[in-house]
């Protein structure tokens, strides 16, 4: 993990981290939660589920690492529903779930480039992982992730 993202989640870590014993109790998350005026709170059935299904070493607290896993899931949670988004964008109207030649041309057309279909297939060709001529979901998570 990088020093700027580590230093980043041990702050926050230390908010919800009251007493500073290390460890984030059920109550010590419902207490940050309710004092961060998310979603009218939570209640202590439903910090102690929370904390069941983060908790790594089944010890009833949230260590750093437990933590830090959660964060980062959310974030991941968050780029693959906006990859998902994105996706849907070029395939709309398109009549298939994949992204076609034709359709990542439409797309791109709509974004202001302009190309031929036959360089849209060569787009498509440099991720195309099972070599059908167009893009699925994953095929096309693969190729954002790497061109970022």
Same mark, same amino acid.
């Given at each position: 993990?990088?020093?700027?993202?580590?230093?980043?989640?041990? #702050?926050?870590? @230390? #908010?919800?981290?009251? =007493?500073?014993?290390?460890?984030?109790s059920p109550d010590e998350l419902r207490r940050c939660i309710e004092s961060m005026g998310c979603?009218?709170?939570?209640?202590?059935?439903?910090?102690? *589920?929370?904390?069941?299904?983060?908790?790594?070493?089944?010890?009833? /607290? /949230?260590?750093?690492?437990?933590?830090?896993?959660?964060v980062d899931g959310v974030g991941e949670e968050e780029r693959d529903s906006d990859l998902k988004?994105?996706? *849907?964008?070029?395939?709309?109207?398109?009549?298939? =779930?994949?992204?076609?030649?034709? @359709?990542?041309?439409?797309?791109?057309?709509?974004?202001?480039? #302009?190309?031929?279909v036959d360089q849209c297939r060569s787009m498509i060709e440099a991720f195309d992982l099972n070599?059908?001529?167009? /893009?699925?979901?994953?095929?096309?998570?693969?190729?954002?992730?790497?061109?970022?």
């Amino acid at each position: 993990m990088e020093k700027q993202h580590q230093e980043l989640y041990s #702050r926050v870590f @230390s #908010r919800f981290d009251e =007493d500073g014993d290390g460890r984030i109790s059920p109550d010590e998350l419902r207490r940050c939660i309710e004092s961060m005026g998310c979603g009218g709170g939570m209640t202590e059935a439903e910090a102690e *589920e929370a904390v069941a299904l983060m908790d790594s070493d089944k010890d009833g /607290l /949230l260590c750093f690492d437990d933590f830090v896993r959660v964060v980062d899931g959310v974030g991941e949670e968050e780029r693959d529903s906006d990859l998902k988004g994105a996706f *849907e964008m070029y395939v709309e109207g398109s009549g298939f =779930d994949c992204i076609t030649p034709k @359709s990542l041309r439409r797309m791109l057309s709509r974004l202001g480039e #302009r190309r031929t279909v036959d360089q849209c297939r060569s787009m498509i060709e440099a991720f195309d992982l099972n070599g059908d001529g167009v /893009l699925d979901l994953n095929e096309f998570k693969v190729m954002m992730t790497k061109s970022h």
